[in-house]
T-cell receptor
């Protein structure tokens, strides 16, 4: 069993829909990261959180430390949100990555 | 401020050769981490350097090595290349260690023939 599990693996949505991507982990962590990877490979760090909730524009990330679970929400999704979203946990100061969620948003 | 720069962007090698990849971190960042991304294994941590010292290492064979220079630029080296080393190699920098966001480069895509 992977130490970091993401669901779903693939997600398609119509523009404007509310999106939720989930991440569960089984190891102790000091922080959880949400990353976005576009075709071509470049990775952008969206959030780093160790408790509670963070919001940036249309993106919201939450974490429940007791349940070892985090969610990434995208409100009013747009085709430019199409990317792979990766959850990563910091364990002994090393990042352990989930397998990613491929999101496609259609106009 | 310039971002993390990785060179080269693409590289083709044959089995048995060795390769050196370069990473220039964001100015002022002293920590550089390297990652391997493959379709089968996803993203995996290779190693991290801070102030010219390797402070963390992932579960990779000794053919994978790295170093960091006094200006924080880092190189990783893979010797005796195998077909399975074909991957996207990403580096990321952050100001120091501990819980800080990482800033990723665009990666070097290495293909082994």
């Amino acid at each position: 069993k992977n130490e970091v599990e993401q669901s779903p693996q693939n997600l398609t949505a119509q523009e404007g829909e509310f999106i939720t991507i989930n991440c569960s982990y089984s190891v102790g962590i000091s922080a959880l990261h949400w990353l976005q990877q576009h075709p071509g490979g470049g990775i952008v760090s969206l959030f780093m959180l160790s408790s509670g909730k963070k919001k940036h524009g249309r993106l919201i990330a939450t974490i429940n430390i007791q349940e070892k679970h985090s969610s990434l929400h995208i409100t009013a999704s747009h085709p430019r949100d199409s990317a792979v979203y990766i959850c990563a946990v910091a364990n002994t100061d090393k990042l352990i990555f989930g397998t990613g969620t491929r999101l496609q948003v259609f106009p | 401020k310039a971002g993390v720069t990785q060179t080269p962007r693409y590289l083709i090698k044959t089995r048995g050769q060795q390769v050196t990849l370069s990473c220039s971190p964001i100015s002022g960042h002293r920590s550089v981490s390297w990652y391997q991304q493959t379709p089968g294994q996803g993203l995996q941590f290779l190693f991290e350097y801070f102030s010219e010292t390797q402070r963390n290492k992932g579960n990779f064979p000794g053919r994978f090595s790295g170093r960091q220079f006094s200006n924080s630029r880092s190189e990783m080296n893979v010797s005796t290349l195998e077909l399975g080393d074909s991957a996207l190699y990403l580096c990321a920098s952050r100001p120091g260690v501990g819980n800080q966001p990482q800033h990723f480069g665009d990666g070097t895509r290495l293909s082994i023939l």
